[in-house]
């Protein structure tokens, strides 16, 4: 039952929208204003994706310990395409961690710390990991022939004088 109502206004959305049709597993939903899910009138519906959709239904919802380390589990070592880490990026941008996960990330880079000296400087902003030679020829061949802004050129400059006054203090 529920599959053919979900058709059913899947049929109706594309019928008035053919130029924005929603297709099965497009990563597209169709909410209902009103949340009258038989309410298929054309004024109810409402395209969004999936992700936007859950987080409607959603808000305020807390999840358990157990649910979050669950789904962290599930998604560790998942390949993901550029589109989709861009989509999660964006959605991140601008969110402010609670107190509880800021402490939590602070303390995970403090035993990190414990355990490889040279961890502190990858974390600190600004500052970039060691890289191997043949990583800092690979960004060579890369950069090459690209042209940059003059304030660009400045950062890059002043970037290499406090690396240069840094490792002088040294």
């Known amino acids: 039952m529920a599959n053919r109502s979900r058709f059913k206004y899947h049929k109706i959305w594309n019928e008035h929208n053919p130029s924005d049709k929603i297709q099965p597993n497009d990563g597209y939903s169709i909410h209902h204003i009103n949340e009258d899910y038989l309410d298929n009138r ?25 649910h979050v380390e669950k789904v962290a589990k599930a998604n560790r070592g998942k390949v993901r395409s550029e589109e989709t880490k861009k989509n999660i990026s964006d959605s991140l941008k601008g ?13 995970t880079l403090k035993s990190l710390d414990k355990d490889n000296p040279n ?15 043949e990583t800092r020829k690979k960004m060579s061949e890369a950069g090459k022939g690209r042209k940059f802004t003059k304030e660009h050129k ?12 840094n490792k002088n203090e040294n």
């Open 42 to 66: 054309i004024e109810n519906l409402q395209k969004m994706t999936n992700s936007e959709h859950i987080r409607l239904h959603h808000k305020g919802v807390k999840k358990s310990k157990e």
């Open 154 to 165: 400045e950062n890059i400059r002043k970037a290499a004088l406090k690396r240069h006054r």
């Open 95 to 107: 969110r402010k961690l609670p107190r509880e996960q800021k402490q939590k990330i602070s303390n």
């Open 119 to 133: 961890m502190k400087t990858r974390f600190k902003k600004g500052v970039s990991t060691p890289k191997s030679e």
